[in-house]
């Protein structure tokens, strides 16, 4: 994600979209100065270029996390111009916009690798009674046209989880996937199945809980990730010993580890159905990546 900030106002999107894709997210962060006049008013102004708004919902401090629909402003001798005006409470504090957008492709060429538009130009306004309006925040979302490939890190989900703009609960399990999938990978294959079970499950709750808040930001930067899972588990550190070999040593399993067993059918068995979990956990996210725009 890229934050583009001004006084007052913090614009957050993905600044790259995959060839082909025509639609996106972005989050506008805006509150009015302290110092303003209490009669003046303040309006968030959005003017699209070549996108369309699709939907746009609101945070506020007391939506207790909670999206709410927003019906825009329009005025008649600006119909292509969305206004929403500010709550000027003192306890209002920065409002929180999001807002989904679709391009219509001018042309079949339309979106290939190199492109750049502007999307939209945003401005916070004051309305001075009796006056101009005065400009007192301006930026631009835009989006770049890219080559698909698969990523590597989740920096930037990283970035967005700790970025105070999610609910606590989707943030608190993004954490959790980062902190699990900086790990190395275990020395044996047995422990190594647990370990990229662990880090999928992870990833089945951020999706979950980015589908619950609609937030899409969350869903596309998952979906561009690529874990390097599987037997070669590319581009991965290693580490020993593993837990089943702490075990032969005489340690105490892990509470954790319920694939693990003493006999060796038992253990068989339960190898092919944590084998059987594992790829399934890969299967949903090749199928997140596949219906999510903006994915790998």
Do not use: K
């Given at each position: 994600?890229?934050?583009?900030?001004?006084?007052?106002?913090?614009?957050?999107?993905?600044?790259?979209?995959?060839?082909?894709v025509?639609?996106?997210?972005?989050?506008i962060?805006a509150?009015?100065?302290?110092?303003?006049?209490?009669?003046?008013?303040v309006?968030?102004?959005?003017?699209?270029?070549?996108a369309?708004?699709t939907?746009?919902?609101?945070?506020?401090?007391?939506?207790?996390?909670?999206?709410?629909?927003?019906?825009?402003l329009?005025?008649?001798?600006?119909?292509r111009?969305?206004?929403?005006?500010?709550?000027m409470?003192?306890?209002?504090?920065?409002?929180?916009y999001?807002?989904?957008?679709?391009i219509?492709?001018?042309?079949?060429?339309?979106?290939?690798?190199?492109?750049?538009?502007?999307?939209?130009?945003?401005?916070?306004?004051a309305?001075h009674?009796?006056?101009?309006?005065?400009?007192?925040?301006?930026?631009?979302?835009?989006?770049a046209w890219?080559?698909?490939?698969?990523?590597?890190?989740?920096?930037?989900?990283?970035?967005?989880?700790?970025?105070?703009?999610?609910?606590?609960s989707?943030?608190?399990?993004?954490?959790?996937l980062i902190r699990t999938?900086?790990?190395?990978?275990?020395?044996?294959?047995?422990?190594?199945?647990?370990?990229?079970l662990?880090?999928?499950?992870?990833?089945?709750?951020?999706?979950?809980?980015?589908?619950?808040?609609?937030?899409?930001?969350?869903?596309v930067?998952?979906?561009?990730w690529?874990?390097?899972?599987?037997?070669?588990?590319?581009?991965?550190?290693?580490?020993?010993?593993?837990?089943?070999?702490?075990?032969?040593l005489?340690?105490?399993?892990?509470?954790?580890?319920?694939w693990?067993?003493?006999?060796?059918?038992?253990?068989?068995?339960?190898?092919?159905?944590l084998?059987?979990h594992?790829t399934?956990?890969r299967?949903?996210?090749?199928?997140?990546?596949?219906?999510?725009p903006?994915?790998?």
């Amino acid at each position: 994600m890229r934050d583009a900030e001004s006084s007052g106002l913090t614009l957050r999107f993905a600044p790259e979209v995959r060839a082909g894709v025509f639609e996106g997210h972005a989050v506008i962060v805006a509150g009015a100065p302290a110092d303003l006049d209490p009669a003046s008013g303040v309006v968030l102004r959005l003017r699209p270029f070549c996108a369309r708004i699709t939907s746009m919902r609101r945070r506020t401090a007391s939506s207790d996390d909670r999206l709410e629909d927003v019906t825009p402003l329009v005025q008649t001798d600006q119909p292509r111009v969305i206004h929403c005006p500010l709550d000027m409470r003192p306890a209002a504090g920065v409002l929180e916009y999001h807002l989904s957008w679709a391009i219509d492709p001018e042309n079949a060429g339309f979106g290939a690798d190199g492109e750049e538009r502007a999307l939209f130009e945003v401005r916070l306004l004051a309305q001075h009674p009796g006056g101009e309006d005065q400009v007192l925040a301006a930026g631009h979302i835009s989006a770049a046209w890219v080559a698909p490939h698969p990523v590597r890190s989740l920096g930037q989900l990283a970035h967005l989880g700790t970025s105070g703009c999610l609910p606590p609960s989707l943030a608190d399990a993004i954490g959790d996937l980062i902190r699990t999938n900086e790990g190395s990978v275990p020395g044996c294959g047995h422990c190594a199945m647990c370990w990229e079970l662990e880090v999928l499950t992870h990833a089945d709750r951020v999706r979950e809980l980015a589908e619950h808040h609609n937030e899409t930001a969350v869903s596309v930067l998952l979906a561009q990730w690529d874990p390097s899972t599987g037997p070669d588990y590319l581009d991965r550190s290693r580490h020993r010993p593993c837990r089943c070999q702490r075990l032969r040593l005489g340690a105490r399993p892990e509470a954790r580890d319920t694939w693990w067993a003493e006999d060796l059918p038992t253990r068989e068995r339960l190898d092919a159905q944590l084998r059987q979990h594992v790829t399934a956990a890969r299967l949903r996210h090749l199928a997140h990546q596949r219906r999510t725009p903006g994915g790998t």
